[in-house]
């Protein structure tokens, strides 16, 4: 898929913004190739609009240099960027139709009549809303005025594509169709995109790369893959909502690097490469599916009296009296102990 | 829907007794005599060609004053609509209530502040001769730039507030994403601000093009009798050349375009739909070299032009700068409370037949008797506006004409009709009530409205009994909203002007009539007396107002 050795076109060095007295983002550092998406995943506050709007020049950072080819931006205003921008509550001139929406950075460039209606004409057909020029956007549903702002994006034929919770406002299945169409447009037109999201099933589908942004730092990178296989920290676990996050105390080492852990919910055995001591609290990651293998020596068990049962999808989602929740194929009874085998990972 | 279908027939024949009061009000203070001038307009008498010539005129010069002072207004308006939705600065608030106070003035005040301030015999002139005695240089504004001046000076708290609205309630990712489309600041502003704000400023044009036009205290005091306006000129040709066909011509006149203006207003102002979210565009602190000198000059300005008129007033009440009539021998200039305590004394020879002081007494006599009356009519009018049926829709513009219609013309109707009355003072109350009907309903209304059906089903469920629900619920809810109608009321009747000045007896003044008079006579004391009453005028108005935005509803009706 991408190859590594394409150019970053993209880089921030060490970029930081306060507001007032609190840090809002300290040191944020990263890179983005040609035609490459970045999803940058966080919770509301955590900064990841503004880290948005300080790349398109909307907002200055109070330390740190982002450059674009190599070259610094400081001094470059927003409308000499040449970055598209597509917000959550899309921000159509209400006062322009279609058209008029999708051609007004062409305007701004002084472009020819006709060229400005082909590149208006190819835009709306890119994101599906051929014959839509006349309307008002007024009228549009919420899935065609995020195209029409999208397409208002891409005329322009940005560098850098900006995406600032573009699908919030939508409800799931319109989410996921538009995901999808987004997708292909960033594949074909190839132009580099920075997506900014609280939805980890949104970053995960759309991105080649995230970024997940927690107390003013990028605290994990990474393709979604590895990033899935290896959360790294009980937060990243937590937010991604991997399974089951327990705290422990280190209590021996075993063979190799098998570590024994002892926790409120019961003792493990966990494989871990960090570098570990003895009395050391550790967090652990219990991933709520099923062992293949049920008599398999790998995995541990979690144990407990069932609370609760929530049918999902194809399978139940079963809670325990203390806390632990794990996937089963058929729904145990309420009330009955069950003890389910699990694979453990140490996070930190 | 089959279920609600009865109780919304129920609802339509229940708001017919509501109607009962107010409409037999409005048929015999308003409709009568407005059929009344009607009539005296379209008889033989009146279209001879001295009268069409002089309507012709007065006329035009209205036409030209309001347009003039339209254009004044939104050019120091807009700027200011601008500072006030934008930006941070130390003392805002403070400044953003100094510019809005003038509207809510009584425009006899507002002429009394010019006077005291430019006017000849103001602080500024009598500082200037005594300054250059034998100078040729003398800065003497003309009574028609008096006029503009006044009229911009009360009117720019409509710009601030509607365009300063739509100003706050745009989306400020509009600017941001025509920025990262390739637009510069000046190109947000052209391409995308102004067309946005357009309806807005025009809506307040409209409103403030409204105002300047049925303006009548403010040019009949300004104007220094060079310059008539409709208004002031159905004044003259009632009560001076007794010209009754004329005045009446004028008032169906200036009906018939205050009505097109308002019309239009209310088309425009339904066309454009405000966004629900509010302040979705914070102010914040200038943040450039650019935006600081915008920011520091114009607060400069409004805090001179907005204070200085405001401060005179009372300044100028308080001090000797010329000699009272028939005062010989040593004159002592400077700090006097005379015309304060010439206020209680009834002098032979004087304007009164009573000390002036009975004028203040009057007006808040009035005033009472004004509340009490509006809310007694408006209460039902609002309640059964809040649900409108097909029976509302029909009565709510016909309710709210007398908004539309010149107070001058209201006291004309009152001659006309009740001429033989006018004896009594007791129909200056009734003239008031009309003037502040259409607001007491316009503030009422909205709190009526607003409470949900499902609080009063809620509160039976609990265990409310009828009376509990409208003790516990509607009143408290309503509390708020009655408190802002009642300032209202009384704030309009204590400042209203022109109806009062055709109908109140010589010997019952209102405050405004007071000041009228005294500044229509000579003399040092008439024109310190004038002061002293404008300045009482202003506080009383002051203390209404501070009471009426501590209380006010959050969604009452502006204008």
């Keep these: 898929m991408r190859v590594n050795s394409k150019m970053s076109i993209l880089a921030l060095a060490s970029i930081a913004k306060s507001y007032g007295d609190t840090p809002l983002l300290q040191n944020i550092s990263f890179t983005l190739e040609e035609g490459e998406t970045v999803c940058l995943l966080g919770a509301s506050g955590s900064g990841k609009s503004t880290l948005l709007r300080m790349i398109a020049g909307l907002e200055t950072p109070d330390l740190g240099t982002i450059f674009f080819d190599d070259f610094d931006l400081a001094s470059t205003p927003p409308h000499l960027r040449d970055f598209g921008l597509v917000f959550q509550d899309y921000a159509l001139f209400p006062h322009l139709n279609v058209n008029d929406n999708v051609a007004f950075g062409l305007k701004m460039r002084r472009m020819g009549r006709d060229e400005i209606s082909q590149r208006v004409a190819n835009s709306l057909e890119l994101v599906n809303l051929k014959g839509f020029g006349g309307r008002s956007v007024n009228d549009l549903s919420g899935g065609e005025q995020q195209r029409v702002a999208l397409a208002r994006a891409l005329t322009i034929h940005p560098r850098l594509l900006m995406f600032d919770e573009p699908l919030g406002a939508l409800d799931k299945t319109l989410r996921e169709g538009l995901l999808n169409e987004l997708r292909s447009v960033l594949r074909r037109t190839k132009i580099p995109a920075i997506y900014v999201t609280h939805d980890q099933e949104e970053a995960f589908a759309i991105a080649d790369r995230v970024l997940i942004l927690y107390e003013g730092n990028i605290i994990r990178a990474g393709a979604p893959a590895e990033v899935w296989a290896n959360p790294q920290s009980a937060y990243v676990a937590e937010f991604l909502g991997l399974g089951n996050v327990i705290e422990g105390e280190l209590k021996g080492k075993r063979k190799n690097s098998e570590w024994k852990v002892r926790s409120e919910v019961g003792e493990f055995v966990v494989r871990c490469d960090h570098k570990h001591l003895e009395g050391e609290s550790v967090c652990l990651l219990a991933r709520p599916t099923v062992c293949a293998g049920r008599r398999r020596s790998a995995g541990n068990e979690l144990n407990g009296v069932v609370a609760d049962i929530v049918f999902q999808k194809d399978s139940y989602k079963v809670t325990l009296d203390n806390g632990l929740y794990v996937y089963l194929k058929d729904a145990p009874k309420i009330g009955g102990k069950i003890s389910v085998r699990v694979e453990v990972e140490c996070l930190e | ?559």
């Design chain 2, 1 to 559: 829907m089959n279920i609600s279908r009865p109780t919304s027939a129920r609802a339509h024949l229940s708001t017919v007794p509501l109607w009962i009061l107010p409409l037999t009000f409005l048929a015999f203070f308003f409709f009568f005599p407005l059929a009344r001038i009607s009539f005296l307009t379209f008889s033989a008498s009146t279209f001879n060609v001295e009268n069409l010539y002089s309507a012709q005129r007065v006329a035009w010069f209205t036409f030209y004053q309001a347009a003039l002072s339209t254009l004044l207004t939104l050019f120091l308006g807009i700027p200011s609509a601008i500072l006030f939705s934008r930006f941070d600065f130390r003392g805002k608030a403070l400044l953003r209530a100094l510019v809005v106070v003038p509207f809510l003035l009584p425009t006899v005040v507002v002429a009394a502040a010019f006077t005291s301030l430019v006017g000849p015999r103001g602080l500024f002139s009598t500082f200037q001769s005594s300054l250059f005695p034998f100078s040729s240089f003398a800065f003497h504004p003309s009574p028609f730039v008096l006029i503009l001046a006044a009229h911009v000076f009360y009117n720019v708290a409509i710009v601030i507030r509607i365009v300063g609205a739509a100003l706050s309630n745009l989306n400020p990712k509009l600017e941001d994403t025509a920025r990262s489309l390739g637009a510069d600041p000046l190109r947000v502003w052209l391409n995308v601000i102004v067309p946005l704000l357009r309806p807005s400023i025009l809506a307040a044009a409209l409103l403030v093009f409204l105002f300047d036009f049925s303006s009548f205290g403010v040019i009949l005091l300004l104007g220094d009798a060079q310059f008539s306006t409709l208004e002031t000129e159905i004044y003259f040709q009632t009560v001076r050349q007794f010209n009754l066909p004329l005045a009446a011509l004028l008032s169906i006149i200036q009906l018939v375009c205050t009505l097109l203006v308002s019309i239009l207003y209310s088309r425009l102002t339904s066309r454009t739909s405000y966004s629900i979210a509010p302040r979705l565009a914070p102010a914040h602190k200038p943040n450039n070299f650019k935006q600081k000198i915008f920011t520091f000059a114009l607060c400069s300005l409004l805090a001179v032009c907005f204070a200085l008129p405001l401060a005179a007033l009372p300044f100028r009440s308080f001090t000797r700068l010329e000699a009272d009539r028939g005062q010989r021998g040593e004159i002592h200039y400077g700090f006097t409370t005379d015309y304060y305590e010439e206020l209680f004394v009834n002098r032979r020879g004087s304007v009164f037949y009573a000390p002036p002081m009975q004028a203040v007494f009057n007006s808040l006599l009035y005033a009472s008797a004004t509340v009490i009356l509006s809310l007694l009519l408006g209460f039902p009018a609002a309640f059964a506006l809040a649900h409108p049926t097909r029976l509302e829709k029909i009565l709510d513009p016909l309710i709210m004409l007398p908004l539309g219609s010149s107070t001058v013309m209201l006291g004309l109707g009152f001659i006309v009709t009740y001429g033989r009355w006018l004896a009594s003072p007791w129909l200056v109350p009734f003239a008031h009530t009309l003037v502040a009907l259409p607001f007491v309903i316009r503030a009422l209304q909205p709190a009526i409205a607003s409470i949900p059906e499902r609080l009063r089903q809620a509160a039976a469920t609990l265990g409310a009994s009828p009376f509990e629900i409208w003790w516990n619920v509607d009143l408290p809810i309503l509390r708020r909203a009655t408190l802002a109608a009642v300032t209202f009321a009384f704030t309009i009747s204590l400042g209203e002007f022109g109806a009062t000045l055709l109908i109140a007896r010589p010997e019952y003044p209102t405050i405004p009539v007071a000041i009228q008079r005294f500044l229509s006579q000579p003399g040092g004391l008439n024109y310190g007396q004038a002061m002293a009453m404008a300045t009482i005028l202003m506080t009383l108005t002051a203390i209404s107002i501070m009471l009426v935005e501590k209380s006010r509803f959050p969604n009452a009706g502006e204008f």
